[in-house]
């Protein structure tokens, strides 16, 4: 079956630009996570979305938005882009909620705010 | 809050041999759920092997197995005959088991690679 898909795959946007990521999520998954990743802050969970419904957030500011249609797929939005946000932007997605079911990845966003 | 600490930013090890990744966690929580993840250039995080912390049993999935110690909150990944695909960036994690709490919190990673 398909896997996770995310587009693009590399971005280059201006600072004080705005960006929207697409995930898809593997067929039948209603569970879908994303995260970013930067050398210096390692990995870091953004929020989760369940059913069309934000159910987790990590510690990111305002900026930094998501949401879930009903087919399970999941866009994140940032607005006001800063240098810092230049990261690679992973989605995972799974069956269900919990660590019982295994979370699938995507290859990611690449972002580099210039 | 949680935290997962990786204290090898780097290792190495000759192809065939084995070598064994260490991870600490700290957590206030009985039940949860730790990995360990991949991440080869390809940037693709697969998932390597998942211990819930209720199983005594550490889990094995083939070449790679876990000791996991419950009381002293550690997780090391032990890989067996190692091979060059094996080169990556390796990831542990840590996952609670409450609702609405299907967050992975990450350690810094190992990166590790198989010599020829």
């Known amino acids: 079956k398909a896997g996770v898909t995310q587009t693009p795959r590399y971005l280059i946007k201006t600072r004080g630009q705005q960006v929207t990521l697409s995930c898809s999520p593997i067929s039948g998954h209603r569970s879908v996570s994303w995260y970013q990743q930067t050398p210096g802050q390692g990995l870091q969970f953004l929020f989760e979305?369940?059913?069309?419904?934000?159910?987790n957030k990590g510690n990111f500011p305002g900026r930094f938005s998501g949401r879930q249609f009903s087919n399970s797929r999941s866009e994140m939005n940032v607005s006001t882009l800063e240098l810092g946000d230049s990261a690679l932007y992973l989605c995972a997605s799974s069956l269900d909620a919990g660590g019982s079911t295994e979370a699938f990845f995507g290859q990611g966003t690449r972002l580099t705010v210039v | 809050a949680q935290t997962v600490t990786q204290s090898q930013p780097e290792m190495s090890v000759q192809e065939a041999e084995t070598v064994t990744l260490s991870c600490t966690y700290d957590?206030?929580?009985?039940?949860?759920?730790l990995f360990w993840y991949k991440q080869p250039p390809s940037r693709q995080m697969i998932l390597v092997i998942r211990q819930e912390a209720y199983k005594q049993q550490n889990a094995t999935e083939n070449r790679f197995s876990v000791n996991f110690q419950k009381a002293a909150k550690s997780f090391s990944l032990k890989i067996s005959d190692s091979q060059l695909g094996d080169t990556a960036m390796y990831f542990c994690a840590f996952m609670g088991d409450q609702t609405g709490a299907n967050n992975l919190f990450f350690g810094t990673g190992t990166r590790l690679t198989v010599i020829p």
């Open positions: 979305y369940f059913s069309e419904t934000q159910r």
């Open positions: 957590t206030s929580e009985n039940n949860y759920y």
